[in-house]
């Protein structure tokens, strides 16, 4: 989740002391074919097909909730943020002026470049928006999985926290820090620990016996930056990332999970089923009117024989795709094993880690009809959501941390100015937000470009504006908040009008004018990041 890593498939292997990306602390195996859909967090691979991750990860299209998303920023607005997990709560909390998080991190590898642009900028768009931001210096990650020195990364964390301050961050509506420096952090990435292990983190990660322990304990500090908005009081938050980050946000939300007090099911019988078998027995109760005796109290006996004996489309709808042969079947054996247990809906309260007085404090709290259990509590009569706010009054109540899982949105990776990805080795690829202006400008004006090999060929064919580096940088930095220009740079350049000199020139001197202006406001900021208290020099250093 840190911003190393979503500056546009940056290269890793300039920071890892040499080693190149294929052989990194991690001892992890090196990946071929990974610029197609692997997302590796510290890797060296970019992501040249977006659709898949909608179908190999579960990333949702962010087009889907644009309309819910109040004053979308122009990066959503232009496609640049192009996916999400379960952004939705973040949006209606703006929308309802309710409170919500949004946090992302900076790894100081290296001078921050136009590709953490991005993350800056959407995070003080979530804080203008109103809500709470975080920003951190990811040194302990920096140091065990880079192995940079505490010098190196003194060297780069003022230059990180500059700029974030110098694009709008407020420091005093918001929170700055390192992790190093943040004692609550440390611990709660201790307690997440352990409901983590070994083999989930190698299966992740590719981490294996070689790899460094300090490397597994950053991971885990990770997961505790992601919740830690969250330690005051559980809120919607947000952790804007480049989808290489994705693993990281999977592991948060399914570590925010383990460590809640209950967890929220549906069932219909007192016996536990996977999300496979109940798809199996939700087709069975709908169908309860064409086999039970009493269609009111369907038996379980009842509904395995319906199940064995009705045909495979009758036995699942088109929206249970997770009713496998072999979920059917063990869903057919639970139900005689239930014998004449009626069938019957219920939300149901299972026992993750509550106290023993949490889980008394549960039952009493459950209303209207209900069936104790040993490890769970069967309610007749709330619904999901209502049962969900439940579970969470009664653990914050006892001492819980109650926290919802973590959101993601996911920005496109920006490319190098010199074609193919951009690489923090390749200085001409990128632009530093360091760079002397008019270094920035000459940048640009050497910049690849989508044009046709001839002026005749492109005013008679277009150019190609999708596959343009110079067309990105008026999308994603250049344009700003002004759709209209986007767009109507875009159409000259496909429309055979705007030919590539000029257009360069134009975004070269923009490009100048951004960086005069970025480098100003950094100088001032100086006064705002001493105010922060943030440690700039590590104690840890040696």
């Known amino acids: 989740m840190t911003g190393d890593d979503t500056s546009g498939g940056s290269d890793r292997s300039r920071t890892d002391g040499g080693r190149g990306a294929s052989s990194d602390r991690s001892g992890g195996r090196s990946r071929e074919g990974a610029d197609e859909v692997a997302l590796d967090p510290w890797g060296s691979s970019t992501v040249s097909d977006y659709r898949k991750l909608f179908e190999e990860f579960g990333i949702e299209e962010f087009e889907g909730i644009l309309p819910a998303v109040p004053d979308p920023h122009y990066l959503m607005r232009r496609g640049v943020i192009f996916g999400h997990r379960e952004y939705r709560p973040v949006a209606e909390a703006m929308a309802e002026g309710e409170p919500f998080a949004a946090l992302s991190g900076f790894m100081p590898t290296g001078d921050p470049h136009i590709g953490h642009k991005l993350v800056f900028d959407e995070l003080v768009w979530h804080q203008r928006r109103g809500g709470d931001a975080y920003g951190l210096i990811a040194d302990l990650e920096a140091h065990a999985a880079r192995g940079l020195s505490w010098a190196e990364i003194d060297e780069h964390t003022e230059s990180y926290l500059l700029s974030l301050l110098a694009l709008g961050f407020d420091p005093e509506d918001g929170e700055l820090y390192r992790q190093s420096e943040n004692r609550a952090v440390q611990d709660l990435a201790f307690e997440l620990g352990t409901k983590a292990n070994f083999s989930e983190l190698g299966a992740i990660y590719d981490f294996d016996g070689e790899t460094e322990v300090s490397y597994m304990q950053s991971v885990v500090t990770q997961m505790a930056d992601i919740c830690y908005p969250q330690l005051e009081e559980p809120k919607p938050t947000v952790i804007p990332v480049g989808p290489d980050q994705d693993p990281h946000v999977r592991l948060a939300r399914d570590l ?3 460590m809640r007090y209950f967890g929220v099911t549906e069932a219909y019988a007192s016996f536990e089923a996977t999300p496979a078998e109940l798809a199996c027995l939700r087709r069975a109760y709908d169908a309860r009117e064409e086999y039970a005796e009493e269609p009111e109290t369907p038996r379980c ?25 072999d979920a059917l079947e063990a869903a057919i054996t639970k139900l005689e094993n239930a014998g004449k247990e009626p069938l019957r809906p219920r939300t149901r309260f299972l026992d993750r880690n509550a106290t023993e007085e949490a889980f008394e404090a549960l039952i009493d709290a459950v209303e209207g009809e209900k069936r104790v259990y040993e490890g769970h509590v069967d309610s007749f009569e709330l619904d999901p959501a209502t049962a969900e706010e439940l579970a969470r009054e009664v653990e914050l109540a006892h001492g819980g941390y109650g926290f919802l899982p973590p959101s993601s949105i ?15 080795s390749i200085p001409a690829s990128h632009i530093s937000l360091l760079d ?11 910049a690849t470009t989508g044009g046709r090999e001839t002026a005749e060929k492109q005013r008679e064919l277009g150019g190609e504006a999708d596959d343009c580096p110079v067309y990105e940088l008026y999308a994603y930095l250049l344009a700003a908040d002004d759709d209209a220009f986007a767009k109507r740079v ?37 006064e705002l990041l001493e105010a922060t208290g943030v440690e700039l020099e590590s104690p840890r250093r040696r």
């Open 256 to 258: 925010a999970g383990r």
């Open 301 to 325: 006996l009842e509904a395995a024989d319906w199940l064995a004996e009705s045909t495979a489309a009758d036995r699942m709808s088109d929206d249970d795709h997770e009713a496998t042969d």
């Open 410 to 424: 996911y920005h496109r990776f920006m490319t190098g100015l010199t074609g193919g990805k951009m690489s923090s």
């Open 436 to 446: 002397d202006p008019e270094v920035g400008y000459e940048k640009v004006n050497s």
């Open 490 to 526: 875009y159409e000259e350049c496909v429309g055979g009008e705007r030919l590539c000199g000029d257009c360069k020139e134009q975004a070269a001197e923009l490009m100048r004018e951004f960086l005069a202006d970025h480098q100003e406001r950094r100088e001032e900021a100086r």
